[in-house]
């Protein structure tokens, strides 16, 4: 049997929900399981195995104005469509602005409250948060640690190493020394052919450092993954989709749950685009991506989605009524 | 290769924004071109350069702490709140070069940005 080739064990393919990217993880064909065993058992004490994980990102509980007058709504038909999918997703990944900051006294919190409400329906077996700067930025992480505990942190799961990053607590578009070096560390304990996940809020490459969709140190990582075969990067922050590739490194950027940004390069302003009532889901993204290591390109489908209509949303206002906040 | 890129991009970032020298720098603080940053938006919205000119620019906070960053122009500093920051440029190639805070600063920060016209 021919040896099996790392790297084209790790293949992802992504089906979008319409407000979220669902990845799927293929697994090696039968008589390479145990070569694949071989390879990576022992490594991070994973045995890979075929599953599924949805990124959601950009929730921006608390946002209620023209861009989306329906605050939660997208939000939590997500959350339905996760949990009416078979298979269920192993995993849902947050990437970051889960919540719309406040500086009323309470109503961050109050907001924070509401988004673990909303997906703490999240019928799966874990979910994962980083924050974004709307989160963070302006008390370091404190209500977010509250809620979630460490901005960046690492797990394993079958066979894939996941690294949460935080480029938003510093206030600025950055990572800091600190976090640089418990990454190095973290990565230090894995071999080159390890499969990377990281999943973070801001793009960790100059996308448009005008429109601040930039990690100012993200050079830096890139730099400590470099080593690793197979490295994926999640983000959110952007609004729109957005694939790009360095090195062994693809990058992705989900939609959001709220409202999108227009694609920079058509010479625009950097305002949301308005808001369609009778498409409330338009352009919080359908989308498919099947993509692969190195010598395979990236494959984006847009796909149509039905929209189920909704009886209604939580929002802020119904979650105060209802007592569960003040 | 890296290495290659490298070099090409600070030699590209060097063309357009030189550091001033200090002989460059303009003598007297009241030539400087003074600029507010206040919770959302910078004061002159728009200044003009001249190309190959050295220039000051003295920016102030008048509320919270901002940033004020251009990647093009060659600077990225923090506004500590009351203190004036002055800040040598000496822009090589004309065009519209965008400033943008980039410490976070509340829900209006992502639209906190000037122009810096170099002719």
């Known amino acids: 049997m021919k040896p099996l ?13 319409g407000a979220g990217a669902l990845y799927r993880f293929a697994a090696p064909a039968l008589g390479q399981a145990g070569e694949a065993a071989r390879l990576l058992g022992g490594k991070n004490g994973e045995t890979p195995t075929s599953f599924s994980f949805v990124q959601f990102s950009d ?39 889960l919540t719309h900051d406040s500086e009323k006294p309470g109503e961050h919190a109050d907001r924070m409250r509401l988004f673990r409400k909303i997906s703490s329906g999240l019928e799966v077996p874990k979910v994962y948060c980083v924050p974004g700067e709307h989160d963070a930025a302006l008390d370091g992480g404190a209500l977010f640690r509250d809620a979630f505990g460490e901005t960046h942190y690492s797990f394993d799961h079958r066979g894939v190493h996941f690294i949460g990053l935080d480029n938003v607590s510093l206030k600025k578009p950055a990572i800091g020394r600190e976090q640089l070096d418990w990454l190095r560390k973290d990565l230090s304990r894995f071999p080159a052919t390890t499969p990377i996940i990281v999943f973070t809020h801001r793009p960790l490459f100059d996308l448009r450092p005008d429109w601040e969709w930039f990690t100012s140190d993200g050079d830096q990582v890139m730099q400590a993954l470099a080593p690793y075969e197979n490295v994926t990067v999640l983000y959110g922050h952007i609004h729109r989709e957005h694939a790009h590739r360095e090195g062994n ?34 352009n919080l993204g359908i989308r498919r991506i099947t993509a692969g290591d190195a010598s395979q390109p990236v494959r984006l489908d847009e796909v149509e989605l039905t929209v189920k209509e909704h009886a209604g949303t939580i929002g802020m206002q119904q979650f105060r009524k209802e007592g569960e906040a003040l | ?48 350069l001249k190309a190959g000119e050295p220039a000051t620019l003295a920016v102030t906070s008048q509320d919270v702490t901002h940033g004020f960053f251009s990647r093009p122009l060659g600077f990225d500093e923090e506004l500590s709140p009351g203190k004036t920051v002055q800040i040598h440029v000496k822009p090589e190639k004309p065009g519209r070069y965008t400033v943008i805070c980039d410490e976070f600063c509340g829900s209006g920060h992502g639209g906190m940005k000037m122009t810096v016209v170099v002719e």
């Open chain 1, 5 to 17: 080739d790392r790297r084209r064990f790790f293949k992802i393919s992504a089906v979008s929900l």
């Open chain 1, 59 to 97: 929730t921006h509980v608390g946002f209620n104005g023209p861009p989306n007058p329906e605050g939660t709504r997208a939000f939590e038909r997500a959350v339905e469509m996760v949990n009416a999918s078979s298979p269920r997703p192993d995993l849902v990944l947050f990437t970051g602005d």
């Open chain 1, 249 to 282: 490194t693809a990058h992705y950027a989900s939609r959001s749950l709220i409202f999108a940004f227009p694609d920079p390069d058509t010479g625009v302003p950097k305002k949301p685009l308005p808001f369609d009532g009778t498409k409330p889901f338009d």
């Open chain 2, 1 to 48: 290769m890296k290495i290659a890129r490298l070099t090409l991009a600070l030699l590209c970032a060097a063309a357009i924004a030189a550091p001033a020298s200090p002989q460059d720098e303009p003598a007297a603080s009241d030539s400087a071109i003074a600029i507010t940053a206040k919770r959302f938006e910078f004061q002159p919205a728009e200044i003009h």
